[in-house]
């Protein structure tokens, strides 16, 4: 199997050439040992980041924006996604705190981008 991929690492953005062939990997094209590190992942587990919302109770801010505090395994994105969806924050939050623990029991937690600001107690019906 080949793939020509383009490394996300650094700004540079190699184009590599990776071939798998009796379970050695070759990696061609790219300028760092990072790149390398990087296609054999690409190649055999991919994982990324994930940026999204999670609704809130709050109508001063009705969407928390929240991330992975790691990559997350790439084939379960949309799992993941799912769970988020149906999570709604009732209580007040900093940045960097946990809003999902262990999420679909990667490791990954979810964590808050920014403080939810606070506003009266004023909630929204959802």
Do not use: W
Request: with cysteine; proline share 6%.
């Amino acid at each position: 199997m080949q793939k020509e991929i383009i490394c996300i690492v650094c700004p540079r953005g190699c184009h590599m050439n990776v071939q798998i062939l009796d379970n050695a990997i070759t990696v061609e094209g790219n300028a760092c040992k990072r790149g390398r590190e990087f296609a054999i992942l690409e190649m055999t587990a991919p994982k990324r980041s994930l940026t999204t919302t999670v609704r809130t109770v709050y109508s001063h801010f009705p969407v928390l924006p929240v991330r992975t505090d790691t990559q997350l395994p790439k084939d379960l994105l949309l799992e993941a996604m799912k769970v988020i969806d149906d999570t709604i924050v009732d209580y007040m939050v900093k940045m960097h705190d946990v809003i999902i623990k262990d999420i679909l029991g990667t490791g990954c937690n979810i964590i808050a981008s920014c403080d939810l600001p606070r506003i009266p107690e004023e909630r929204a019906d959802i």
